[in-house]
């Protein structure tokens, strides 16, 4: 059967985890030899296979606290020598394909060269650049409408929710489109820890509150601050363990209260983004998990959390709530300092409803990154291609 076609082209020249990132390492790792990992190269102004450099990217185990793409000089002149070296007959992939997929967002370049192989199928995360201007990089805000309009072109529309999925309808008959591509919610995976690397909460000292996400301003780290702050003066007993980039546009007020609570001597660590290891060791090394965000479109770090059967504190609204249905998670109807700091009291005071919480937690099932993959892709061979 021909391979389908897997778009990195951003992830591949980038060591950060976003979400986004995660999820098309995911898509990488577990199509195997059934998909060929393609990027379309601005250099050479055409799709390409990856090449060696690019593949080690995405097996590097050291995530970069950046997100941006970086392409070395030498990889920029060979792709330019290539460009005006080769007949144009030799130009461009070879070989038959069964499907294109992308689950990046992509850029204006890369919408203007789609491969000319069909279906073409997005994964598309969430519309909160658009509900949430003020909180998203203004360079994400210029872009999405022009985006969300591109992936009409596309033969099928994969949601990881479906509150990401009403999100873009929504969007399309504001637009009043009529004929738009069939959007499906697939749920995202999870990587899932074996049963005997689920532990008890490894607590020496005073309790351990762990966030995991990038510092940026929908993830609302400012108000988890805040909370945490009350707190402590207060005089409750914990520590707050933060993980994730920090965004230097929409992150900069908790990045700047976070250094001042950590020279007011406040029990505060922040690591920036962890290796998959590291991570594993900070959920076995905490009693539960806080993951403050306004909005998502899906909510990865709340099942990587319940998955090793640590309890989370999140919102109650929008795709949180739909995963905080199943169980495990403390769901709060607003995110507020004021809530967050009442729920990370109660479950600090309370062993009993935190125990029955991760009972719950390790009694739920998740989707694995290996049925992710497998149900997207049995998705596209039922898709026509649209005229």
């Known amino acids: 059967m021909p391979p389908l076609l897997l778009d990195l082209t951003h992830t591949s020249h980038t060591r950060a985890r976003t979400g986004i990132q995660r999820v098309v390492r995911a898509l990488h790792r577990e199509l195997g030899a059934t998909a060929t990992a393609v990027t379309h190269d601005p250099y050479r102004g055409e799709w390409r296979p990856l090449e060696a450099w690019e593949l080690a990217n995405l097996s590097a185990t050291d995530p970069s606290p950046t997100r941006g793409a970086h392409w070395p000089w030498t990889a920029r002149w060979r792709s330019r020598w290539h460009r005006f070296n080769t007949r144009a007959a030799d130009l461009g992939l070879r070989g038959d394909y069964r499907g294109f997929l992308t689950a990046e967002v992509f850029s204006p370049a890369v919408a203007a060269c789609l491969p000319d192989v069909f279906p073409r199928v997005a994964v598309f995360h969430d519309a909160i650049a658009l509900r949430f201007p003020e909180l998203s990089p203004a360079g994400t805000v210029a872009r999405f409408p022009g985006y969300l309009q591109e992936l009409l072109r596309f033969d099928g529309i994969a949601a990881v929710s479906d509150e990401s999925r009403e999100s873009l309808l929504a969007y399309w008959r504001w637009l009043g489109v009529s004929n738009p591509p069939p959007v499906k919610t697939i749920s995202l995976g999870v990587d899932l820890p074996p049963a005997a690397d689920l532990p008890a909460a490894a607590c020496a000292g005073a309790p351990v509150v762990l966030s995991v996400g990038t510092l940026e301003g929908r993830k609302n780290h400012l108000a988890l601050l805040e909370a945490c702050e009350l707190l402590w003066a207060r005089g409750e007993k914990f520590a707050l363990h933060l993980v994730g980039s920090a965004h230097r546009q929409t ?82 109807p607003a995110v507020d300092a004021t809530r967050l700091a009442a729920a990370i009291a109660q479950l600090l005071a309370a062993p009993a409803t935190l125990a029955a919480l991760s009972a719950t937690a390790r009694a739920r099932t998740f989707r694995s990154w290996s049925a992710y993959a497998a149900e997207v892709a049995a998705w596209m061979e039922d898709l026509p291609r649209r005229g």
């Open 251 to 332: 992150g900069a007020l908790a990045l700047a209260k976070l250094r001042a609570l950590q020279l007011a001597g406040r029990p505060l660590r922040y690591d920036g983004p962890l290796p998959d290891a590291a991570l594993d060791a900070a959920y076995a090394a905490c009693a539960f998990t806080v993951y403050p965000s306004l909005a998502e479109g899906f909510g990865l770090p709340v099942i990587e959390s319940l998955a090793r059967g640590r309890p989370c504190v999140c919102s109650a609204s929008g795709a949180l709530g739909e995963l905080s249905r199943g169980g495990g998670c403390l769901a709060l």
